[in-house]
């Protein structure tokens, strides 16, 4: 399986990453690093990860996406699937069975705010398939 580096930690020489394209502009927000990550295996490229490094993402008391980011992120996938042949609609089925999880747990363990959170992602989702 390809290695994807997270945005969070990413260190790339700026010569190869130039070389490599740069960003998509057409992706805004979510999966530039799986593209960039991509391109640069394709420029021929290695990609390391140093499981010795650790480092703290803050994302302050984050517990989801809000819709209008959840929006973005199905927009991206939904390109970033496109320019690269992947099968959108799987990927969203998948999705769907994750969130479908994620609330289903969210309600046993009696968290309204994420359950808050998962129900308007799922929202997004069936907004956008329709």
Known sequence: FPVTITGAFMVVDKQKFISAGGFDESIFLY??????SRRLRKAG??????????YYHKIDNRI???PQAYSVLLQSMQ???KKYGLNYN????R???????KRFVAKLFQR????????????????TRN
């Open 64 to 66: 989801g996406f809000s």
């Open 112 to 127: 309204n705010e994420q359950l808050s959170v998962v129900e308007k992602n799922l929202k997004v989702v069936y907004e």
């Open 45 to 54: 490229y290695s990609l390391m990860f140093d499981k010795s490094i650790s």
């Open 31 to 36: 999966l530039e690093e799986a593209d960039i």
């Open 95 to 101: 999705l769907v069975a994750e969130l479908r999880i």
């Open 90 to 93: 799987r990927i969203i089925r």
């Open 79 to 81: 390109y970033y699937c």
